[in-house]
T-cell receptor, first 115, second 111 residues
Framework: DAGVIQSPRHEVTEMGQEVTLRCKPI?????LFWYRQTMMRGLELLIY????????DSGMPEDRFSAKMPNASFSTLKIQPSEPRDSAVYFC?????????????FGQGTRLTVV | SQELEQSPQSLIVQEGKNLTINCTSS?????LYWYKQKYGEGLIFLMM?????EEKSHEKITAKLDEKKQQSSLHITASQPSHAGIYLC???????????FGDGTTLTVKP
């Protein structure tokens, strides 16, 4: 398996534009997580899905952020409209189950810069 | 993260030296993970500890979870430049149904 695949790896966009980040989890994993990492706040969980259903989106910062998982092999995180403070590295991770007994595998991340 | 505290925040050591990174929680942990991240890259899973007193090793890296399951340490023996990066501890919070992470420890190994 190629692991968790995220695209794009880097994104530079202008303030106000819509940004869509994509994630392909490891085949067979039924839990998917979106994280944001910044120097100031470290790694933060934004939202996670279990069996394609959003379980907890309390980490989503604002209504400008939305995430979908239309099927078991694809998820998107959308920011509309984007703002400079959204600049961060966004990670997607997947795991086999949603328990304390399994580890999550992370993608390489998408480095987002909003100018 | 206020749920997991890592120390130190950054560490600079000479190649060949041993070092320890700590991760502390005020709550009992039910699964403690250690990850490593190199700048601009994703997180790589290192180890997971579940039982009080558990200790695991991978090459020159050893992680321990204390008996109370509230503190974990990551120990690197004879550090190498390849060990440089950011080390993150993470834990699953069963009541909240989600994971939380420490703020990370940036390790620099001077040749």
């Amino acid at each position: 398996d190629a692991g968790v695949i995220q695209s794009p790896r880097h994104e530079v966009t202008e303030m106000g534009q819509e940004v869509t980040l994509r994630c392909k989890p490891i085949s067979g994993h039924n839990s998917l997580f979106w994280y944001r990492q910044t120097m100031m706040r470290g790694l933060e969980l934004l939202i996670y899905f279990n069996n394609n259903v959003p379980i907890d989106d309390s980490g989503m910062p604002e209504d400008r952020f939305s995430a979908k998982m239309p099927n078991a092999s694809f998820s998107t995180l959308k920011i509309q409209p984007s703002e400079p403070r959204d600049s961060a590295v966004y990670f997607c991770a997947s795991s086999f189950t949603l328990t304390e007994n399994t580890e999550a595998f992370f993608g390489q991340g998408t480095r987002l810069t909003v100018v | 993260s206020q749920e997991l505290e890592q120390s130190p925040q950054s560490l600079i050591v000479q190649e060949g030296k041993n070092l320890t990174i700590n991760c502390t929680s005020s709550k009992t942990l039910y699964g403690l993970y250690w990850y490593k991240q190199k700048y601009g890259e994703g997180l790589i899973f290192l180890m997971m500890l579940q039982k009080g007193g558990e200790e695991k090793s991978h090459e020159k890296i050893t992680a321990k979870l204390d008996e109370k399951k509230q503190q974990s340490s990551l120990h690197i023996t004879a550090s190498q430049p390849s060990h440089a990066g950011i080390y993150l501890c993470g834990a699953f919070l069963p009541n909240a149904g989600k994971s939380t992470f420490g703020d990370g420890t940036t390790l620099t190994v001077k040749p």
